[in-house]
């Protein structure tokens, strides 16, 4: 528990007060996040999950390599940082990606929304524990309940009648959201890189991971993907995930872990924004209600202030 807290130092997020383009930024990778369940279903329509993945991040690793050369930056050469990025890969990327495809195959993507969107909550608790490395108080963690409160109303109480039930999967889902808040906090030790080499070294680690486990399982070269499937893996590798990736380490950096962790609570109601919008669907009281729970609670995680 030592040992812990003195690997990542304890510090507010690096703020001195609230930044509306935090927030709005933190808005857009909830978007972009949330965006990327769409495509991913229309990438697997013909593209296989492992290889659909290694194509996304190393597309993404790519486009990163691409932005760091323009900028005139270098990877790091030490091999802890290299070791740290792995772990970061696997905590934030690979790891959590795969545990989730592989319970979300039998869970019901309504309840696998419930169960994905409680990883703020094991951020407050892993701090609290173990890290101690930014804030932990009774408002924040009335923030991480309600938005979880809000985002049960968003997707509807019936998602939780499956709950118990295809118990292994679900807990699968629940490993993969504990993975993505121990991405969140482990991330916090990068502060020294800026965030297009963090966003890269994970990427990196992750493609040098998927890519012989798409060729051993999969055998990407005897695939024939429709070009709606490939527009979809391109748009969820540069934008979902090289865009994204590039303002998740920032966000570490100004908001903290549980502050960038809440955009879990943001992706149920954009994605029924986005259906009221561009679909013309109707949002229903208790949908809306759901959203104002959820959008406080992001307030409350993010407040700066006291407990």
Known sequence: ????????????????????????????????WGSSYALIKLALETIPPVTLI??????????LLSIMTWQKVSLPRDRNTWRQLLVQSFLGASGAWTVLAWGQ???????ASVLNSTSPIFVFFLTLLFTRHEPVNLRRFSGACLGLLGVVL???VDALKGLGQQVVAQLAV???AVLYGGAAIYGRRFGHLPPVVTATGTLLWASLC?????????????LRPSLSSIAAAVTLSLLCTGIGF?????????????????????????????????????ITPTVGLGIAIALLGVILINRRGGG
């Open 54 to 63: 290694a194509g996304r991040v190393s597309i993404a690793a790519l486009f």
């Open 154 to 156: 968003i997707v509807g």
């Open 246 to 282: 590039l303002i998740y380490f920032r966000l570490v950096r100004t908001l903290g872990s549980l502050g960038v962790a809440s955009q879990a609570y943001l992706r149920a109601g954009i994605g029924v924004l986005l259906g009221t919008f561009v679909l013309g669907e109707s």
């Open 210 to 222: 998927l890519i012989p486990l798409s060729i051993a399982l999969e055998q990407p070269w005897t």
């Open 105 to 111: 195959q039998s869970v019901e993507s309504s309840l």
């Open 1 to 32: 528990m030592t040992a812990s807290r003195s690997r990542i130092a304890p510090c507010r997020p690096s703020r001195p007060e609230p930044i509306w383009k935090e927030y709005a930024l933190l808005l857009l990778l909830a978007l972009m």
């Open 174 to 176: 629940i490993l993969g």
